[in-house]
């Protein structure tokens, strides 16, 4: 059985899950190409490690799967242009963050976990267990689909060690 069929037939995952993938404007991310496969795809691989990490660590599975869905809920695409590629890798979660709230109304906690996925590019530092998840596992999940370049996978993982150990 490949991943996405595990992750489809993963009841307690689709529970939560279902309403944010079933979405009409959430849909639209299946047009959208990110890290060389499709931004949806991408969404429900970095839900789905968080998930089973949170799970694993006690946390909050229903928040962490909601905010994994949607930490990359926006519908501009991807820019080779580099200048505009690099200023929405910083603007990005914060318009995430603002679909997330207009579409399914998520709680604090969620809304800290999607601005937050970017630290320590962005300013926003995850406040809980669950931000950091969220956060390792979309680094994790990006560089095994093969986003970026080596040298800016480890500067990204090196950083993000950085500020996790602090």
Known sequence: MNLMNKIYNDKEFM???????????????????????????????VAYASYTLSKI??????STIRAGMLHDFFL??????????????????TIAKENAIQ????????QNIIEAHMFPISSVAPK??????????D?????????????AQVTMWILFLVNFIK
Not at 57 to 62: I, Q, S, V
Not at 128 to 137: D, L, P, R, Y
């Open 128 to 137: 809980s267990k669950e931000a950091w998840i969220v956060t390792f596992c």
């Open 103 to 110: 579409y399914f109304g998520v709680n604090e906690k969620e």
């Open 139 to 151: 680094k994790l999940v990006a560089m095994c689909e093969g986003a970026g370049n080596a040298k």
């Open 76 to 93: 501009e695409r991807d820019d080779k242009n580099i200048a505009t590629e690099t200023k929405m890798l910083i603007k990005h979660p």
């Open 57 to 62: 660590l006690g946390c909050d599975t229903k």
């Open 15 to 45: 529970k939560v899950a279902s309403p944010i993938l079933d979405h009409k404007e959430f849909m639209k991310t299946k047009a959208i190409i990110h890290h060389g496969n499709t931004r949806y795809n991408h969404s429900v691989r």
